[in-house]
């Protein structure tokens, strides 16, 4: 019997173009409420979300994986 799985990234802000919208101290602002004092670039979500389409991660299901520079 195949079984869907459903995991997911959670929610975070990453430093894109639609960011510089924001305004020039907004992820200064932002990075300071981090516990990593950083924002997250693009890049830093790919191993998460290359793992969690891979069979090594077959038995994990109904996760929702934080990559968000650490807890608030």
Known sequence: ????RF?????????TGATAGLGPDF???YSRTIPLQRA???DD???PAIFLAL??????T????????GPQ
């Open 55 to 60: 069979d090594a991660s077959a038995y994990i």
């Open 7 to 15: 995991s997911v990234e959670g929610k975070v802000t990453i430093v």
């Open 27 to 29: 992820v200064d602002q």
């Open 45 to 47: 979500h790919l191993g």
């Open 62 to 69: 109904g996760a929702i994986v934080p990559s968000d520079g």
């Open 40 to 42: 997250a670039q693009p």
């Open 1 to 4: 019997m195949s079984v869907p």
